[in-house]
Nanobody, 119 residues
Framework: QVQLVESGGGLVQSGGSLRLSCAASGAIFSIATAGWYRQAPGKQRELVARITSDGNTNYQDSVKARFTISRDGAKNTVYLQMNSLKPEDTAVYFC?????????????WGQGAQVTVSS
């Protein structure tokens, strides 16, 4: 079992920065691929960034060079550093931990953190 708790959301002006944190409970988080997804009003949830257990990352094209995902194994925490924020980044951001290859397999979600970027 993995519980994910996001923090760090809030209101920021366009061009500003925020750092989201996702603290995980459960030792199996270390073997999970961790990801950040977002969902804007009236839109589907979309992938923002993911990081594998061995540190490989991938990003949605619209956030490349602005957002950075990282993880701290000692703290069981994954981060999303968001720079040069734009109003279109406004959404609820969700942390995810999943493992779809091998055993055990799992897929856990956090409760979400609101990020609002004003123009």
């Amino acid at each position: 079992q993995v519980q994910l708790v996001e923090s760090g959301g809030g209101l920021v002006q366009s061009g500003g920065s925020l750092r989201l944190s996702c603290a995980a409970s459960g030792a199996i988080f270390s073997i999970a691929t961790a990801g950040w997804y977002r969902q804007a009003p009236g839109k589907q949830r979309e992938l923002v960034a993911r990081i594998t257990s061995d540190g490989n990352t991938n990003y949605q094209d619209s956030v490349k060079a602005r957002f950075t995902i990282s993880r701290d194994g000692a703290k069981n925490t994954v981060y999303l550093q968001m720079n040069s924020l734009k109003p279109e980044d406004t959404a609820v951001y969700f942390c995810n931990a999943d493992r779809s290859v091998g055993l055990p397999r799992f897929d856990y979600w956090g409760q979400g953190a609101q990020v609002t970027v004003s123009s």
